[in-house]
């Protein structure tokens, strides 16, 4: 078996999925090969990406694409481009706790003081946050003055002119499919964000 090895490994291909599970250097992610093996340590130096790093963090980090003088590295970048369009679309991927609570925030099923007092009608039902109004879905999201400042501050500048506070106008808008990705995706991902924080 461990003659056979280096045969083997040629038909080893490791997915990338979201990019946290995938070593840059190390795994199998690019169409030619492993890339330390391909480079060797000057790679790292050329490449300007860290030894430790995974796919998603020498992708979506904070580094400038480089124009190198050989044709393997430049292909290294541009496939590096392509699985970071890929990231981008499967990116929601990465926080399900915040789509669970949005998915019961859009069910009206998390446990807000109006729905509270349904069970016990002994409750206060003042918000907690503002203390102006009864709390509900959508008083809390994002009619209420603390909510309605974090949800302003986050994405006056996402939604600009069609900026809203009201519950049934933002579910409206997260449903038009009109908006280029980015945006979209900054909209989905802001909101799902805000509401699990809240």
């Not at 206060?124 to 946050?129: G, I, M, P, S």
Request: with cysteine; glycine share 6%.
């Amino acid at each position: 078996m461990i003659k056979l090895w280096d045969t083997a490994k040629g038909f080893y291909k490791k997915e990338v999925g979201n990019g946290y599970n995938t070593s840059f250097w190390y795994d199998n992610w690019f169409t030619k090969g492993v890339l330390v093996e391909i480079l060797g340590p000057r790679g790292v130096i050329d490449m300007g990406i860290s030894n430790e790093a995974t796919v998603a963090e020498a992708v979506l980090g904070v580094r400038r694409r480089k124009r190198h003088r050989t044709e393997l590295l430049n292909a290294i970048e541009s496939e590096m481009v392509a699985v970071k369009e890929k990231l981008w679309e499967n990116v929601e991927d990465i926080t399900p706790k915040y789509a669970f609570i949005t998915w019961l925030a859009m069910l009206d099923r998390l446990t807000t003081m109006d729905r509270v007092a349904r069970w016990n009608s002994g409750v206060d039902v003042t918000c907690a946050l503002c203390k102006n109004a009864a709390e509900s879905r959508s008083h809390l999201f994002f009619e209420c003055s603390y909510s309605s400042q974090i949800w302003e501050h986050l994405m006056l500048g996402i939604l600009r002119g069609s900026y809203t506070t009201n519950w049934n106008a933002i579910v409206a808008l997260l449903k038009q499919s009109d908006r280029d990705k980015k945006r979209s995706f900054c909209l989905r991902y802001g909101f799902q964000t805000i509401i699990y924080v809240i």
